[in-house]
C-alpha cells in the first residue's frame, strides 16, 4: 500500500525556520495537504494543494512540492506552532487517500 | 458555517459491528463536489484514512480495511454512516468525519471533535 514519510520530529527555537518533509512516490502527480494537530484536538488544514493557506492560517505558513517531496515550512516558528503536523495526499490510483505518519514539531 | 458531529457507543466487545454516524450541518449532500469522509487515530498514533462518500454516491475505502467497512449517506437527514465490522482491540481509536471539498482535488477543510471508540471484552 502507499505511504507517505515524514520525519517523527522536528525541534527549533522560538523565531527559527521549521520545515517537515513529506516524500511519496505519487507526489509528483498529486497534491499534497498538510494538517496541524494540537493536543486532544481534530485537525485543522494550514496548506491545501502543495502551496495555498486557508483563511485564518497564519503568513508564516507556506508549503512546497518538488518531485517527491512535498515541504511545510513555519518561517519564524512560535511556541503556539507546537504540535503534531501530517501530510495527506493521493496514491497513484487516485482512488486511496493516505495520510503521512506524523511530524512532532518542539518549538523550544 | 459547517459543522459536524460523530455519535455512537465508546465501547464494543471484539467481533461486534461497530456503527457510527456523523450529524452535519452547513452544507447538504446533494451539492455537487461535496463529500464527507472517515479518519481514525488511535491513540498516541498517527491519523488514517478510512473512507469517503461523494454526493454522486461514490465511494473510496482504505485498501487494508475495505473487507470490514460500509459508508452510506442519508441526504435528508443530513448524515452519513460507517459501520466496521469484527472490531478488534487493535481498532480501539478516535474516529472523526469530516467535511470533504472536491476542487481541482478532494481535501477534507472541516472535522468533527471526534469519538473515542474502545474495544475490550
Given at each position: 500500500?502507499?505511504?507517505?514519510?515524514?520525519?517523527?520530529?522536528?525541534?527549533?527555537?522560538?523565531?527559527?525556520?521549521?520545515?517537515?518533509?513529506?516524500?511519496?512516490?505519487?507526489?509528483?502527480?498529486?497534491?499534497?495537504?498538510?494538517?496541524?494537530?494540537?493536543?486532544?484536538?481534530?485537525?485543522?488544514?494550514?496548506?491545501?494543494?502543495d502551496t495555498?493557506?486557508?483563511?485564518?492560517?497564519?503568513?508564516?505558513?507556506s508549503g512546497s512540492s518538488s518531485?517527491?517531496?512535498a515541504t511545510l515550512t513555519?518561517?519564524?516558528?512560535?511556541?503556539?506552532?507546537?504540535?503534531?503536523?501530517?501530510?495527506?495526499?493521493?496514491?497513484?490510483?487516485?482512488?486511496?487517500?493516505?495520510?503521512?505518519?506524523?511530524?512532532?514539531?518542539?518549538?523550544? | 458555517?459547517?459543522?459536524?458531529?460523530?455519535?455512537?457507543?465508546?465501547?464494543?466487545?471484539?467481533?461486534?459491528?461497530?456503527?457510527?454516524?456523523?450529524?452535519?450541518?452547513?452544507?447538504?449532500?446533494?451539492?455537487?463536489?461535496?463529500?464527507?469522509?472517515?479518519?481514525?487515530?488511535?491513540?498516541?498514533?498517527?491519523?488514517?484514512?478510512?473512507?469517503?462518500?461523494?454526493?454522486?454516491?461514490?465511494?473510496?475505502?482504505?485498501?487494508?480495511?475495505?473487507?470490514?467497512?460500509?459508508?452510506?449517506?442519508?441526504?435528508?437527514?443530513?448524515?452519513?454512516?460507517?459501520?466496521?465490522?469484527?472490531?478488534?482491540?487493535?481498532?480501539?481509536?478516535?474516529?472523526?468525519?469530516?467535511?470533504?471539498?472536491?476542487?481541482?482535488?478532494?481535501?477534507?477543510?472541516?472535522?468533527?471533535?471526534?469519538?473515542?471508540?474502545?474495544?475490550?471484552?
Open positions: 500500500s502507499y505511504e507517505l514519510t515524514q520525519p517523527p520530529s522536528v525541534s527549533v527555537s522560538p523565531g527559527q525556520t521549521a520545515r517537515i518533509t513529506c516524500s511519496g512516490d505519487a507526489l509528483p502527480k498529486n497534491y499534497a495537504y498538510w494538517y496541524q494537530q494540537k493536543s486532544g484536538q481534530a485537525p485543522v488544514l494550514v496548506i491545501y494543494e495555498k493557506r486557508p483563511s485564518g492560517i497564519p503568513e508564516r505558513f518531485g517527491t517531496m513555519i518561517s519564524g516558528a512560535q511556541v503556539e506552532d507546537e504540535a503534531d503536523y501530517y501530510c495527506y495526499s493521493t496514491d497513484s490510483s487516485v482512488y486511496h487517500r493516505v495520510f503521512g505518519g506524523g511530524t512532532q514539531l518542539t518549538v523550544l | 458555517q459547517i459543522t459536524l458531529k460523530e455519535s455512537g457507543p465508546t465501547l464494543v466487545k471484539p467481533t461486534q459491528t461497530l456503527t457510527l454516524t456523523c450529524t452535519f450541518s452547513g452544507f447538504s449532500l446533494r451539492t455537487s463536489a461535496v463529500g464527507v469522509g472517515w479518519i481514525r487515530q488511535p491513540p498516541g498514533k498517527a491519523l488514517e484514512w478510512l473512507a469517503l462518500i461523494y454526493w454522486n454516491d461514490d465511494k473510496r475505502y482504505s485498501p487494508s480495511l475495505k473487507s470490514r467497512l460500509t459508508i452510506t449517506k442519508d441526504t435528508f437527514k443530513n448524515q452519513v454512516v460507517l459501520t466496521m465490522t469484527n472490531m478488534d482491540p487493535v481498532d480501539t481509536a478516535t474516529y472523526y468525519c469530516a467535511h470533504t471539498y472536491c476542487g481541482g482535488d478532494c481535501y477534507f477543510d472541516y472535522w468533527g471533535q471526534g469519538t473515542l471508540v474502545t474495544v475490550s471484552s
